[in-house]
């Protein structure tokens, strides 16, 4: 576990740890000191609150509204409340700086276990006219959260999989999310 790094070729461009807007302001990332279950996970991570997910803002660009974040772990609201954390003590402060719109990126979400969409809803009508888009997350995480009605909420898949995300800039990687989202949202 702590071999799984956040993705870092876009630290010139944004570090949240001195963004005087991020939750994560202040934050000096050293030592092994975060741990998920029984093993230690890369200091770059960010603590949400949770036992089990893990979070790490690559990028925000306030003026046009978005954050793009990685997350790491096991997603579970069955347990943890894992939702309540993330909504609480990240999407709430960002939604409060302007963000509206959100890419999760999850290739290191190892399971997930739902509970209830309530929290998932409140993100998404708060967004107003912004989405919550999710991309790199295994397919029987995307098959829960269908199970689990979040396919209302967030959305996935088609040409909004971008596995190529990494050789991209921000700004780019967002022009493609906008133009996809563009063809489905009225």
Known sequence: MHNL???QNWENLYDPGTDE???????????YELSLYDHYIHPLWDYIGS???YVKVLYIQYEEGYAIIEMM?????TLHNDIMNLKRNLIDPLIFEGIRRFVLIGENI????????DYYQEWYEEAEEGWIVAMGFREF???EWTRYGLDACISWGGRLEITQWRTLSPAKLM????????HRLP
Do not use: A
């Open 175 to 182: 022009e493609m999310i906008q133009y996809e989202m563009g």
């Open 73 to 77: 772990g096991e997603w579970n609201d």
């Open 141 to 143: 995480v995307y098959r």
């Open 51 to 53: 036992e089990t997910l």
């Open 21 to 31: 807007k991020s939750p994560f302001f202040g934050t000096r990332y050293e030592g």
């Open 110 to 117: 190892l399971n997930f276990h739902g509970l209830e969409d």
């Open 5 to 7: 790094e956040p993705f």
